[in-house]
């Protein structure tokens, strides 16, 4: 025993006091008591410790692993040592979706954000009371217990669908193994973090062993969460903060500020500058509080999220398609740095925009090194704004100015200021190009739109390539095995021009006869790009080459672009293989990720969704977008009365399905599916509303009118703006006029508000 110890026993020692010899010893008690402890609760039912004991118990033991690396035995109860490690996390679908949330920058963001719920509710002056929550800079995790015990844990992953990662999970101390006193499934969603005492002393010991720190505690957190090792998880420093919950097999509590403490009681770290704030100003005064505190508080915070404190109006407020209703994140300032803007470059994007960006001296904003800017467009650049009113005070932005960065929401860095006093003499106005610089079309610029766009289609090698990538992103087609970086590769290499190639691929493949575009037609699709070394750096990459060389590159091109797939480089006869199923799987495919697939500008993918709803069929989408005229029609009409629908959106996809290339390009995509499946309704499948097309008119006493959209919407009824032979039910309130009347002419099923809420069993 070493003097510090004298005179306490071993088990009371903490951790860091313990000899390598002492440890051993207590690692093989703990182990033993767990073992005992895991018999008793589930093979005998008969519980000898608490769940307090046992959590205290686990936790040393991981402490201890921890600390002493060689002690870790592949069999340890806390199952975080020794395991090998796994090739990837399973995938884990969401019971309960895993929503994100909308942000405010402004004071006037969060009263608007008020005024509109209450307005939705129909409350009138009535306050709202709200919690106001500081928002954590971590990741969301969702924790899954049954019965009282940790059963899985899982990232957010796209909202649906995360990662189980319920083995690192059980190394972050804030989260209990057991609870006694829970609903019987209870689904607690957080955040985890790493605090910046935790944080620099991990920097500091990655940079002892020669690894690489990590560039702010909301990455080391991510990374460490996501080791395939839990024993590396276990011996980093994780932290958690309850704020939600999924499924629950009963509710918590009535109120947001109630269920948060139901969970602290429940044994979870909740955060203690919760408070519940009546109306809007409270919110705000709160909001300058824990910004005030920010500096101080070890861990890092980026905003505070406001949310309506009574659970039943959270219910009837609802989601949209990612975010609730019920609550924002009321942001933080961004923060901002001065740097050097060395180069603009031009990218351009799957619908053909040309978007400059602006390279940068890199700089550390906000604890994340920012080496790139958006610039949006020419005006952006020029200092004025969509109106032409000034931005900036109208100062232009060069190559070489000294510029102030910032990254708004947190993501994409942006320029918010140019210091005219350090501008370069010699710096020139930009001049925006008037040729597309990835394949040299005119790039052209149509009244009222902000942005220039190359008119080189799928010619294009830029649009043709990220066309190519979001056609196979996840909420596209999703092709195992097919994603951005092979897509682009198969791009280079000739044998994928457009989306139906790839579904030509095996057949090609198989016959060693894959179509071969040829390295100058490659080169010449890349000519005069907006950095040629930088695509000459792609080409030798995709060709496996160190450096380009045009010789060698050529060799390897015809080389590898005729050697079948199996042998290429990174892949075998196995991943090859399964590449084609994957593909082959994807010749059935929902509607919904078709129409997304498509990559028809300004349709994401909640207005995929809403079409697929609304049209059916791919027949029916397709007729009607090519019967459809701008401006004029009832195919126009009807399309602009789905709800959510607007001019703009409406007006893209009426003109792809009218040119003549992109209509030529989706039949032949459309002639390699074998199965398009119908759009499935988002409704409970009874509910008696599920399907049918509604029409609200005159005025509803009982709720407003955008909560009954939702509200039907929710339960799997599509809501028409105007009645039609496509309407099933018109729920009339005083007041109705001429829709009243037109479905009476149509025979539609007219009901009043009560029997409308009847109906839908809300009376
Ligand atoms: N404090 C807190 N952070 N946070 C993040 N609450 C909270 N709620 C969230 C998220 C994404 O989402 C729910 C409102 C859905």
């Known amino acids: 025993m070493n003097g510090k110890s004298a005179g306490k026993k071993t088990a009371e020692l903490p951790v860091a006091e313990l000899s390598p010899k002492e440890a051993s010893r207590e690692q093989a008690r703990l182990a033993a008591l767990l073992r005992r402890a895991d018999i008793a609760y589930h093979q005998q039912d008969a519980p000898f410790i608490s769940d307090a004991e046992y959590d205290a118990a686990r936790r040393r033991l991981r402490e201890i692993e921890a600390r002493f690396p060689a002690l870790a035995r592949p069999d340890s109860p806390t199952g975080t040592v020794g395991a090998p490690p796994r090739e990837g996390f399973a995938r884990v679908g969401h019971a309960v979706a895993m929503l994100s949330l909308d942000n405010a920058f402004t004071d006037q963001e969060v009263l608007e954000f008020d005024a509109r719920l209450r307005r939705f509710l129909g409350l009138g ?91 702010n505690p909301r990455n080391a957190a991510a990374g460490s969460l996501r080791q395939l090792d839990p024993a590396v998880s276990a011996s980093r420093p994780l932290k958690f903060f309850a704020y939600g919950w999924g499924q629950l097999s009963e509710p918590l509590a009535d109120t947001q500020i109630d269920a948060l403490a139901r969970l602290a009681e429940l044994g979870f770290a909740t955060n203690p500058l919760t408070r519940l704030c009546h109306g809007p100003e409270e919110l705000l005064r709160h909001y300058r509080e824990i910004e005030a505190t920010r500096a101080d508080l070890g861990y890092d915070i980026d905003g505070v999220v406001c949310k309506v404190n009574d659970l039943a109006l959270q219910r009837r407020l609802g989601s949209r398609s990612n975010t609730p209703r019920w609550a924002i994140a009321h942001k933080f300032p961004a923060e901002t740095a001065w740097t050097r803007l060395l180069r603009i470059d031009i990218q351009v994007g799957r619908t053909g925009a040309l978007s400059p960006v602006a390279r940068l001296k890199p700089v550390t904003v906000g604890g994340v090194v920012v080496s790139n800017a958006t610039l949006h467009n020419e005006d952006y650049i020029r200092g004025i704004d969509a109106s032409g009113n000034p931005i900036r005070g109208g100062r232009d932005i060069r190559e070489g100015d000294w510029v102030k960065v910032y990254r708004a929401g947190d993501v994409i860095p942006k320029i918010a200021d140019v210091d ?110 907006a950095d040629p070394n930088e695509q000459k750096k792609a080409l030798a990459e995709a060709l496996g080459l160190e450096h380009f060389d045009p010789e060698r590159a050529r060799e390897r091109f015809e080389e590898r672009s005729r050697t079948p797939l199996a042998r290429q480089h990174g892949w075998g006869v196995r991943s090859a293989r399964n590449l084609f199923h994957a593909i082959e799987e994807r010749r059935r495919i929902a509607l919904e990720r ?16 809403l079409l697929a709803r609304h049209y059916r069929s791919w027949d029916g989408f397709a007729r009607a977008m090519s019967a459809a005229r701008v ?133």
């Open 125 to 215: 002056e009535a306050v709202l009371s709200y919690t106001s929550e500081p928002k954590i800079d971590g990741l969301s995790l969702s924790v899954r217990y049954e019965n009282g015990h940790l059963v899985q844990a899982a990232t957010r992953g796209d909202g649906h669908t995360g990662e189980d990662v319920t083995a690192n999970a059980r190394t972050i101390d804030d989260l209990p193994e057991h609870l006694t006193g829970a609903p019987a499934v209870l689904e607690v969603r957080g955040e985890v973090y790493m605090t910046h005492a935790d944080f620099a002393e991990l920097n500091a010991a990655q940079r002892a062993s020669g690894d690489r720190p990590f560039a």
């Open 420 to 529: 005219l006093a350090r501008r370069p003499p010699d710096a020139r106005p930009y001049e925006f190009p008037a040729r597309c610089p990835e394949c040299g079309s005119d790039a052209i610029r149509e009244p009222g739109d902000a942005v220039r766009r190359c008119t080189g289609g799928m010619y294009c090698p830029a649009q043709a390539m990220e066309r190519l990538r979001h056609f196979v992103s996840r909420n596209a087609f999703d092709i195992e095995g097919l994603g951005a970086k092979q897509v682009e590769t198969f791009y280079l290499l000739g044998w994928i021009r457009e989306p139906a190639d790839i579904f030509t691929l095996a057949e090609r493949d198989a016959g060693g006869e894959k179509a071969i575009a040829g390295l100058e037609d490659v080169l010449n699709r890349l000519r005069g790009g």
């Open 594 to 609: 078709l129409i997304f697939a498509l990559g028809i500008r300004h349709v994401g993918e909640a207005a995929a969704k």
């Open 631 to 763: 401006g004029e029609g009832p195919e126009w009409e009807e399309l602009l009365n789905i709800d959510g629908v607007g001019e703009v959106m409406a007006r893209a996809l009426v003109i792809v399905f009218h040119q003549e290339g992109e209509r030529a390009l989706i039949e032949r995509l459309v002639a390699q599916l074998r199965e398009i499946e119908p759009a499935r309704e988002a409704a409970a499948p009874d509910s008696p509303i599920a399907g049918k097309t509604v029409v609200f008119t005159g005025t509803l006493e009982r709720m407003t009118r955008s909560e009954a959209k939702a509200q039907a919407e929710r339960l799997g009824a599509r809501v028409a703006g105007s009645v039609s032979k496509k309407t099933d039910l018109v729920v009339a309130g005083p007041g109705a006029g001429s829709k009243a009347k037109r479905a009476a002419e149509l025979g539609v099923e007219i009901i009043d508000e009560d029997t409308w809420l009847e109906l839908i069993g809300d009376a």
